[in-house]
């Protein structure tokens, strides 16, 4: 007789929450099932917070919308951006995980060349549960993985790697372009499946996309703040490029790992490259000071936690950047509140709280 079959128990199922930026009902959530449902998800709402959601039966959720976030927060909720997805990252001060998976609505299942669908969660698990080389590139890429290594040439000294902090996932269909580049390239798709993850080297920026990306929170949340966009802000779309070089500069040194590359997922809609514009342009023109700032940027020896440096950090903000426009005084002051409302949410020691389905506490 045959043994009965035992369903594994996904990885890291108490220890993982997904974080979900919305303003429509969640029916994308029927094709990601199979992956997410063993898992927590935190759902925010932006937009107007009369509007339903709706969230298809059978997981386990709990959703916030804007008058959650001013009760939660009082007025320290002026730190969190309304009308942007940037309001994605109070789910990430909200929750009491150790690791966050963030995804768009708009992002699907995307299939690997064999034809199988790519659990991206579990990529991205794999990615944050291995070292990172930020010191010395690999040119086997991730030498973690099956069937690669350590080159030779590679110093024996820096194979135990460093703790993985960020795990930036990729795109396939509609690209990740600004607003310029959609324009002159409408129709242009992303079809190439690079089966390659590899640590992003001390010292060197990226763009960071949120719409695919986990973190491990006890390492590097305090830092995951997507600034002011959206509503009553002369800028949108920089909120997740903004965290990513936040903490960069903060892992690069913490001693900190960040990975790109695998896993995939299928961006199924292209926003209006007009809308984009307008909410781009100015960033457009400030990322030519901004990233200068943060290519030279450097952070105290006093600063030994990510709280510490991403103070500093808002000091330096406000100092040097404050000059380009009065914009970078009020993300400024917004970054100590961000601060100031993590530690407030999550005190040393604290321990989870259980939320029934779609209710916030």
């Known amino acids: 007789m045959a043994e009965p079959s035992v369903t594994p ?49 059978g997981f386990d959720y709990e959703l916030y919308n804007r008058n959650d976030i001013n009760r939660i927060l009082g007025p320290k909720a002026s730190c969190i951006s309304f009308k942007d997805s940037a309001c994605r990252c109070f789910g990430y001060m909200v929750s009491k995980k150790k690791y966050v998976y963030t995804i768009d609505d708009d992002c699907f299942v995307a299939k690997d060349p064999s034809g199988k669908d790519i659990n991206a969660l579990e990529q991205h698990i794999k990615n944050l549960l291995c070292p990172s080389t930020p010191f010395f590139f690999n040119t086997l890429y991730d030498p973690y993985r099956t069937g690669a290594d350590f080159v030779r040439g590679y110093p024996f000294s820096l194979r135990e790697g460093v703790p993985t902090a960020v795990s930036h996932g990729l795109w396939l269909n509609i690209p990740d372009y600004d607003a310029p580049t959609q324009l002159v390239k409408p129709l242009e798709r992303n079809t190439r499946y690079v089966d390659a993850v590899m640590t992003i080297p001390k010292g060197t920026l990226f763009p960071m996309c949120g719409m695919n990306l986990a973190f491990n929170r006890e390492l590097i949340g ?35 790992g960040v990975k790109t590359g695998l896993p995939y997922i299928w961006h199924s809609k292209a926003s209006n490259p007009f809308v984009n514009l307008k909410k781009e342009y100015k960033g457009i023109y400030w990322q030519e000071e901004l990233i200068p700032f943060f290519q030279s940027v450097t952070l105290p020896k006093e600063c030994t936690t990510v709280q510490k440096c991403y103070l500093e950090l808002s000091k330096q903000v406000k100092a040097k950047l404050g000059k380009v426009d009065d914009y970078f005084n009020k993300l400024a002051d917004a970054m100590v509140t961000w601060i100031e409302a993590w530690d407030e949410l999550n005190p040393s020691g604290a321990k989870s709280v259980e939320l029934p389905n779609g209710v916030a506490k």
Not at 21 to 44: A, C, G, K, S
Not at 242 to 248: F, T
């Open 9 to 57: 128990t996904p990885v890291l199922k108490d220890e993982l929450d997904i974080v979900i930026p919305t303003i429509r009902n969640l029916d994308f959530l029927e094709m990601w099932r199979p992956f997410f449902q063993p898992y927590h998800l935190i759902i925010v709402q932006d937009g107007d917070p009369s509007k339903t959601i709706k969230v298809p039966e």
């Open 222 to 256: 305090p830092a995951m703040y997507f600034g002011l966009m959206g509503d009553g802000q002369p800028i949108g779309r920089y909120d997740d490029m903004w965290a990513g070089w936040c903490i960069k500069v903060i892992c690069d040194h913490l001693g900190l």
